[in-house]
């Protein structure tokens, strides 16, 4: 649809204004003229001085410097373990009974994770002992 309108500066000008731009102004139940006007604001055509005036406010108040405002997220916190001390006996106490134990010829015996993981080789085959807690079923 083309329309035609007044500039800032006093000039006749016209447009085209898409038809999706109507149809979606139909569905948001606008008249035909505040879908135009909203138009005009939103593509810079004219200034709309609440809109303006509303900015520059939220300029002033630091909105769009910086954080959620300007769209931007928060960076998220790693999350923090804590020891599990059974785990670590455990894991301590299997990687200590491989090394005294003359099952097979255990070579490079390394505790991946403290918590979690024993490798070792025996001969030419290499093997891992992975250690998971259960959690507590729910009721």
Partial sequence: MKHTFITVEGREKT????DEVLVQGRKER???KETIE???????YVVDETVAELTAKAKA?????AGRASGEKKPRKAPVRK?????????TALAEFLEDTNVGDIKDLQVMNV???IAFSIGDDKYEITL????KPKN
Avoid: F, H, Q
Wanted: hydrophobic share 35%.
């Fill in 61 to 65: 108040n630091g909105m769009n410097t």
């Fill in 83 to 91: 020891p599990d001390l059974v785990k670590r006996a455990i894991i």
């Fill in 132 to 135: 998971s807690k259960k959690r």
């Fill in 15 to 18: 447009i085209n204004i898409p």
């Fill in 30 to 32: 606008l008249t035909v």
């Fill in 38 to 44: 909203r138009y005009l604001s939103d593509e810079g």
């Fill in 115 to 117: 918590e979690r993981m």
